[in-house]
């Protein structure tokens, strides 16, 4: 597999932060920046984590802060689920350096304009309100992208509503607009990544490897909730699943369908609704809908790669 130029648009968070780790360590992305919005965490505490996770890999690549709130209200921030900071209190240094002035959106019109028709894949692991953003203002900007890879929704129960997954929720309006906008959207959503349960024994494998890098995963991993309730043996790893999505297309498997969002703010906003059987009436199908990942591949990668 040639090199595909690779962006990833997020907001750390634990597992964007795993993300990151993952689409550096990986050669089959050309991993060009990453783009900020507001969502576990603020946008400029997301900027700061990024950059501290950056420095943790020796690497350096243009960090550009984004959307600081949803299109229609501010965000219900979830810093609670991933710590106050966003990192689960992971001890980091501070950023070596702030983010590039220049608005994510910005960034992003300015790179895809210039590039070649579909060449940029982007892998977005919060809400949506960059990318929204950037069909609504610069709608030429779409025929730069390649495949959107998008870690959010539901086919069945959500997370933090029965109906919806925290990204599509945190900006349901921004998710129609996305989903609306004919991409080549790959949906992850959440009963694929809670397959990607970090147990016991895979953070044991990370920890073995003995890199730093991994070390800083396996502790992600370790203090990230484990969703007792459910009696899973790990907490769910979702955003590092939609780079794998774009890294091996052969580990995860689902349908081609129609996909809505719920963006009326009643019980059911946020809302993936998932068209799972085909129909010849109906909306069109609009998004590949994964399902299934092979975990323990993805694991065995995921501790060869970060
Ligand atoms: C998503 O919500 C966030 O808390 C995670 O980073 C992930 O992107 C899972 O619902
Ligand atoms: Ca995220």
């Not at 597999?1 to 907001?11: A, E, G, K, V």
């Not at 969502?39 to 020796?58: C, K, M, P, S, T």
Request: with cysteine; charged share 20%; glycine share 10%.
């Amino acid at each position: 597999m040639t090199s595909r130029r690779f962006i990833l648009d997020c907001d750390p968070g634990q597992d964007d932060a795993i993300a990151i780790l993952l689409a550096l360590g990986s050669h089959e992305l050309a991993f060009e920046a990453i783009t900020i919005v507001a969502g576990n965490v603020g946008a400029d505490q997301g900027a700061a984590n990024a950059r501290r996770i950056l420095d943790l890999a020796g690497a350096d690549r243009p960090i550009y802060r984004g959307a600081p709130r949803a299109l229609l209200k501010p965000y219900d921030l979830g810093e609670r689920f991933h710590g106050g900071d966003g990192l689960m209190g992971l001890d980091l240094p501070p950023p070596s350096r702030p983010p590039e002035a220049e608005h994510a959106v910005s960034f992003l019109a300015r790179t895809l304009l210039a590039a070649e028709p579909g060449s940029i894949d982007l892998a977005c692991v919060g809400p949506l309100t960059n990318l929204a953003l950037l069909l609504i203002q610069y709608p030429d900007a779409a025929r730069g992208l390649g495949r959107v890879a998008i870690m959010g929704g539901a086919i069945g129960l959500g997370n933090v509503s029965p109906a919806a997954e925290f990204n599509i929720h945190s900006d349901a309006a921004a998710a129609a607009v996305v989903f609306s906008a004919g991409l080549d959207v790959i949906l992850v959503p959440l009963d694929l990544t809670h397959q990607a349960l970090g147990t016991d024994a895979r953070i044991a494998a990370l920890k073995a490897t003995g890199r730093p890098t991994a070390l800083a995963v396996a502790e992600l991993l370790a203090r990230y909730p484990r969703l007792e309730k459910f009696n899973y043996q790990g907490g769910p790893l979702h955003d590092p699943c939609a780079v794998a999505a774009l890294i091996w297309p052969e580990m995860v498997s689902g349908r081609h369908v129609a996909v809505e969002i719920d963006a009326s703010g009643g019980p059911s906003h946020g809302r993936t609704l998932v068209h799972w059987w085909p129909k010849s009436t109906g909306p069109r199908p609009n998004a590949l809908v994964l399902s299934e990942i092979d975990a323990d591949q993805f694991y065995h990668h995921l501790s060869n790669r970060v």
